[in-house]
């Protein structure tokens, strides 16, 4: 268990957003961490205060192919791929092979080292919802050919080959399903809508708002997801664990309060909503609550200043 003694584990996708801020954390209870990145969407930087760590090895290596490791490993925990729509609509080949081909091969890296498996989901394996909110017994509402289906379905697959090798091979295996989430350390031009509105309110443009802006979604900050993560690590449960924040805004919402801390004067502009983009997204977290006693305790307002100060300090650097 994580808190019993130092483990190695293997994590790709560590200059991620997210894989960056879970390496921090793994690193702080005293683990050893092997990141790996290609850093297609991830950045260096968010692992530059790491150099002089010890407990911390970095390999730049695209997760696609098969990865060499000669040391024993606990745990493989699998974070790499385009997750905003721009990021792999621009990129629809390679998000559907780190989730196929990639969590294949780490599959095999964890079954030959006797390792447990991590793989990090989506909200999006829901699709443009008809359950509202989402529990993880729902199946979803997918367009298995649409423009997002590369990374829809990409995770649909990697969540069903983790359960096979959990099926045929008895591997110890964890699944989050990580809804919209939000805080330092986001690529500043992801395309999704905090680091839109962000951006556009930095700069005093008219936040860009698609569809009538009434589509809700519910926002979590990463420290509430990396400690969530944290505690599945502790839990033998195989099956998908919704991570988010039940708090549900819509769009217009979230330009209010944008506006409001960064500059409390930006105006909307309506653009047509995108091919599938889904009108509502808000997690059922009763199983988080009940397994891992687990639910977000950053405001939504608190993280997003936080966040805007760190958007603000990045703008300064350039």
């Known amino acids: 268990m994580p808190g019993d003694r130092s483990m190695k584990i293997f994590l790709t996708g560590a200059a991620g957003f997210i894989g960056s801020h879970l390496t921090d954390r793994l690193l702080a209870e005293g683990h050893d961490v092997i990141g790996v990145d290609n850093c297609c969407t991830g950045s260096l930087k968010n692992l530059a205060h790491l150099k002089n760590n010890s407990s911390f090895r970095f390999i730049q290596q695209d997760a696609i192919s098969p990865l060499s490791i000669q040391e024993p490993l606990d745990w493989v925990m699998h974070f790499a791929s385009p997750a905003s729509p721009p990021k792999y609509l621009a990129m629809p080949i390679e998000t559907l092979r780190v989730n196929a081909e990639g969590t294949f091969h780490l599959l095999e890296l964890a079954r030959n080292k006797n390792a447990k498996f991590f793989l990090a989901s989506t909200s999006e394996v829901y699709g443009d919802p008809l359950v509202h909110p989402q529990p993880e017994s729902y ?58 509105f962000i951006n556009q309110a930095l700069r005093g443009e008219p936040m860009t708002v698609y569809g009538d802006g009434k589509q809700t979604r ?87 200043s936080q966040t805007i100060d760190y958007f603000r300090t990045i703008r300064k650097e350039k």
């Not at 590369?150 to 983790?162: N, S």
């Not at 990580?178 to 690529?187: A, E, K, Q, V």
């Not at 506006?259 to 808000?282: N, Y």
């Open 139 to 196: 199946w979803g509402n997918v367009n298995s050919i649409g423009p997002r289906s590369v990374y829809d379905e990409a995770k649909r697959y990697a969540e069903a080959l983790v359960c096979a090798y959990h099926r045929k091979h008895d591997l110890s295996i964890r699944i989050i399903r990580i809804f919209n989430t939000y805080g330092p350390r986001m690529d500043p031009e992801d395309g999704r809508v905090v680091t839109n």
């Open 218 to 304: 519910s926002f979590q900050y990463v420290d509430d997801l990396v400690e969530g993560i944290y505690r599945l690590m502790n839990k033998e449960f195989y099956g998908p664990v919704n991570l988010g924040n039940p708090e549900e805004y819509t769009m217009l919402q979230l330009a209010e309060i944008i506006s409001e801390i960064s500059t409390g004067r930006s105006p909307v502009s309506f653009k047509p909503l995108p091919q599938d983009d889904p009108k509502q997204r808000k997690p059922d977290i009763s199983q988080a609550k009940k397994i891992l006693d687990w639910s977000p305790r950053i405001p939504v307002k608190e993280g997003l």
